[in-house]
């Protein structure tokens, strides 16, 4: 069979937990392109002068180039990987309803993270942040959304085991939320003005954290402490009342993204209050998650796998500390508009959310192909450089925010604090050196488990303590 047609062929399977792992890699592609970005766009920040001459490699197309490559591309894509191994499990299928449309799926998903990101770094877009792709692509996006929805929800449905597992209740939670949200916060069927457009912005712009990566997330990470410590989750009443708190409070958060602007009084007091009571929620699941670790911490020293877990289960308590924190008027009034912010953003999507995929995909891997992670070392590498390249960051954002905002607030001027901010650009750039060599050594391992024609068959290990 020539590369071509054996390409053609996984692509279009209908192999059981194909479409599983073709999600995946696909996601880690893009993680290594969309970091890359990321770091280009840091690079752009400390060396404004570094590229003339070029629009597609300005700041201004990098940055949403770099967003939706890491949201839409690798996040979502990790994401759906991951539902599509987890959900039949838990229901008793062997894979999904439809494996051959979940991978014509990933095939459109990928065509729309290709084309999308390119009409970006040509200056098509509609400048509203984290929804910057113009109207055809939200149409697509659309309906790969959909689409993922149908085969999740056919898969369950279909599925033998008829009580449903709390990661059950979350993924198709976050399956149906999406693309209500998308509807509305990208205005796929409607056009809205002025202001009312800036709050559905900022609708999209929270609730793809939250109805989406934080609920999906935490319906992956339920499914993953219980076999990685061999104890079972400490309460599922817990964490059915943090899926409806979820639901009840995360909707209307949006607005504390423009609490400075003429919005209505009301809507920016509903924002605020329900971003303090997303407390609840978030205890829930931090109690749910330590408390299931219970007797099993030692097992982080060798256990590659939960270690991401547990580190993305620290990030998501400081994330959650820092989100209401930040969100309170007076507290926002003096961060907004500084890097303190872009700390923070990266604390939730790159130390919590993508250590979660991360974390999967090591489990994940071997049970799809039968094959044992190719490297302990290269994803312990993986693992330092990512942590420790995103300590780096944050620390050196928070500080850059914080002079950024004293700078702003004390009528500073302007050239004064820019140059008292250059030392933390240049760590805020090397910690993305770090990362993204970390994602290459991710990328690299993972590739050559799957495709190397030499492999070591994955061992029987629940845990998946032996896979890595
Ligand atoms: C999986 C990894 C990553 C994810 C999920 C991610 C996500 C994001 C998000 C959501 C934003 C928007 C922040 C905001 O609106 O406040 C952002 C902005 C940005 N990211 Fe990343 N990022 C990742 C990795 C990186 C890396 C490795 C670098 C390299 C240093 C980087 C550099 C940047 C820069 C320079 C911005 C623009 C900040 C600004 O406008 O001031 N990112 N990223």
Redesign the pocket.
């Known amino acids: 069979m020539s590369v071509l047609t054996r390409a053609f062929s996984e692509v279009f399977s209908d192999q059981p937990y194909s479409a599983s792992r073709n999600f995946l890699i696909s996601g880690i592609f893009w ?1 290594v392109l ?12 400390t060396w404004p002068d570094m590229i003339r001459g070029i629009p597609q490699l300005s ?1 201004g197309r ?2 949403p180039a ?2 939706n490559m ?2 839409i591309g ?2 979502s894509m990790g994401y759906i990987g991951c539902f599509y191994y987890i959900l039949p499990v838990l229901v008793g299928r062997k894979g999904v309803w439809n494996e051959r449309l979940a991978n014509i799926t990933m095939v459109i998903w990928n065509l729309l993270v290709f084309f999308g990101v390119w009409s970006l770094l040509n200056g098509y877009t509609e400048a509203r ?2 929804a910057e792709l113009e109207a055809p692509f939200d149409i697509v996006a659309l309906a790969g959304l959909i689409l993922v929805g149908i085969n999740g929800y056919m898969t369950v449905l279909s599925g033998p085991e008829k009580k449903w597992y709390v990661s059950v209740w979350y993924i198709l939670g976050a399956m149906f939320w999406f693309p209500v949200v998308y509807i509305i916060g990208q205005r796929v069927f409607f056009a809205m003005e002025g202001l009312n457009d800036a709050i559905a912005n900022w609708f999209y ?1 929270h609730n793809i954290l939250g109805m989406w990566f934080t609920v999906g997330g935490i319906g992956i990470l339920y499914y993953l402490m219980p076999r990685f410590t061999g104890n079972p989750l400490y309460s599922h009443t817990l964490s059915m009342l943090g899926f409806w708190t979820i639901a009840m409070f995360y909707a209307p958060t949006g607005t504390h993204h423009i609490l400075q602007s003429p919005v209505p009084e009301w809507l920016k007091a509903i924002a605020v209050i329900s971003s303090v009571f997303l407390l609840v929620p978030v205890l829930t699941v931090l109690t749910n998650f330590f408390m299931t670790m219970k007797g099993k911490w030692s097992l982080a020293a060798d256990h590659i796998p939960l270690r991401f877990a547990l580190a993305a289960g620290v990030a998501y308590l400081l994330t959650c500390i820092q989100g209401p924190f930040q969100a309170t008027r007076f507290i926002n009034w003096y961060l907004h508009f500084s ?1 303190w ?2 700390g ?3 604390m ?3 130390a919590t ?2 250590f979660i995929v991360f974390s999967a995909t090591y489990y994940i891997i071997p049970k799809v192909t039968g094959r044992k992670i190719y490297s302990k070392r290269l994803a312990v590498w993986h693992f330092w450089l990512s942590l420790y ?1 995103w300590i780096i ?1 944050m620390l050196a954002l928070t500080i850059a925010g914080l002079i950024q905002a004293a700078g702003w607030h004390f009528a500073i001027p302007y050239d004064q604090w820019v140059i008292e901010m250059h030392p933390y650009m240049i760590v ?2 090397l ?3 770090m ?2 060599l970390g ?1 290459i050594l991710f990328m690299f391992n993972i590739y050559h488990t799957v495709f190397s024609k030499e492999f070591e068959p994955a061992p029987h290990s629940p845990t998946g303590i032996a896979f890595v």
């Not at 969309?34 to 920040?45: E, I, V």
């Open positions: 993680l969309g970091t890359t970005l990321g770091l280009l766009a840091a690079s752009l920040m700041f990098v940055r770099h967003i890491v949201t690798w996040l942040e984290y712009g890097n912010v872009v923070h953003a990266h939730a999507l790159l959310f993508s390249g960051m805020r750039t910690s993305g050196v990362i993204v994602q």
